[in-house]
């Protein structure tokens, strides 16, 4: 099986969203993606610190709002840790049927918030090195200094601070349970 690399993966990623956005096809998961306790949890925690920031005057919103609607754009690389149950994983185009089936209804549900642009900040996934492989950075925890420097992650993105709401995943490997999430906002308000 040929091997791709970064870009590779990541534009024919975001092709196969828009052909099947464009064709009505969904793609995605036909069942709506409901919180879990642990993500209700995690966005208690992600809002204390946010609300500091809020106040310091570095993000727009005083908290965030728990909405699933950008869920895919996380979960489909979840995925890929979760069926090959490792991490870090070498990415191979194996891979993209994954990512593909996982993210197919991400353009047409962000639509209503000014498209794929709304899409702010992401955390829990490490950037592909250059051998391919990629990682889930944050083992899941509440504990105040591991949601701070997660938090951090999230708002490493100029668009970051407008953000208004959080999807999160909690995908599971090797019986540990990482924490990753994006961070969206309306840019059609």
Not at 47 to 63: I, L, P, R, S, T
Not at 68 to 92: M, S, W
Request: negative net charge.
């Amino acid at each position: 099986m040929k091997k791709m690399n970064r870009r590779e993966f990541l534009t024919l990623t975001g092709a196969a969203v828009v052909a099947l956005s464009l064709a009505g096809c969904g793609g995605g998961s036909s069942a709506p993606a409901v919180p879990t306790g642990k993500e209700a949890e995690l966005v208690t925690a992600i809002n204390k610190v946010w609300k500091e920031k809020f106040v310091a005057g570095q993000v727009d919103h005083e908290q965030l709002t728990l909405n699933q609607d950008a869920v895919d754009a996380i979960r489909c690389y979840g995925r890929v840790f979760e069926e090959v149950n490792e991490t870090p994983h070498k990415l191979t185009s194996s891979d993209f049927g994954i990512v593909l089936r996982e993210s197919g209804g991400l353009a047409e549900k962000l639509k209503k918030y000014g498209g794929e642009d709304s899409l702010a900040g992401a955390a829990g996934i490490s950037e592909p090195s250059t051998e391919k492989v990629v990682a889930l950075e944050d083992e899941y925890s509440c504990e105040d200094t591991a949601v701070r420097v997660f938090v951090d992650k999230l708002l490493n993105n100029s668009n970051s601070a407008k953000a208004e709401f959080i999807s999160i995943y909690c995908p599971v490997v090797q019986g540990k349970t990482y924490m990753t999430a994006v961070v969206f906002w309306n840019k059609t308000a």
